[in-house]
């Protein structure tokens, strides 16, 4: 099922019922006297609150926003609420409200959600409700991003600014062309780290920057680190793919042994 069933319907204005009619001008002494959150009011908010999360309304218990005491999100109902209000008056938070309909059925009913995990992770975060995050992190998905996949990238030096160094070169050889190719020399070894430096020493002056990834001590192989690096540069919106570089003349033995060619493709 999509991430978007079930959001909740957008509710009228909970200040638009009067008592009788009333003269102009005194409709909006009359809202903003039973704005409680504003300087000088302290009335109690009424057990019943209305969100608006992005553009996503929701109808919701104050005591179900604030289930969790030491979370960011009861704080925000906590004595003077900290938030403001849209035109209906409706308590704004300033977030994804696709995913909040998952962050409140975890405070309704404690059912931690299947789908969106990446993304109601972050939420999670953000709203820092800690029993939450804790239970997402025990989740397949959550477990072998945090523990088996960046522990390793952990280990692989300089892997992040490897990463951005190759798409300044791919955003760099962009213009007027269809693809820009990086080339990128992986070694899991030291021994064959000194074997790509002695490669990339008999390479000529005028030949391309060549980004070097590794060595590093943890099981994964090549190919798994080849897989992360096309999964992280996707992730930021690139098309890209990689196959073998076979080098030209020059080289002094099988360039395929540690060379890759990243090609980037812009249309």
Not at 3 to 26: D, H, I, K, M, V
Request: aromatic share 12%.
């Amino acid at each position: 099922p999509s991430c978007l069933w079930g959001r909740t319907p957008a509710l009228s204005s909970r200040f638009s019922q009067t008592a009788e009619p009333s003269a102009p001008g005194e409709d909006e002494h009359f809202i903003r006297a039973q704005a409680p959150w504003e300087a000088g009011h302290r009335q109690p908010l009424s057990p019943i609150v209305e969100l608006n999360v992005g553009g996503e309304m929701y109808t919701t218990t104050l005591s179900t926003l604030k289930k969790h005491p030491g979370s960011k999100l009861a704080e925000m109902f906590t004595g003077q609420p900290k938030l403001r209000t849209d035109s209906e008056g409706r308590f704004f938070i300033d977030r994804p409200g696709t995913y909040f309909k998952y962050i409140l059925e975890y405070l309704r009913s404690n059912q931690v959600p299947t789908q969106c995990i990446q993304d109601v992770y972050k939420e999670a975060l953000f709203y820092d409700i800690e029993p939450l995050i804790k239970q997402l992190e025990d989740s397949p998905q959550i477990f072998g991003e945090l523990v088996a996949r960046r522990q390793f990238l952990a280990r692989v030096p300089n892997y992040s600014e490897n990463i951005e160094l190759m798409i300044r070169i791919a955003r760099a050889e962009a213009v007027a062309s269809r693809q820009s190719s990086v080339i990128v020399c992986v070694v899991r070894t030291e021994e064959d780290a000194a074997r790509c430096q002695d490669a990339l020493n008999s390479l000529d002056m005028d030949k391309k920057s060549v980004v070097k990834f590794g060595p590093w001590k943890a099981v994964p192989s090549i190919s798994d680190l080849l897989d992360c690096i096309q999964m992280d540069v996707e992730a930021k919106g690139y098309k890209i793919s990689f196959q073998p570089h076979v080098a030209e003349k020059g080289f002094r033995f099988k360039s395929h042994d540690f060379f890759y060619k990243f090609l980037f493709t812009w249309w």
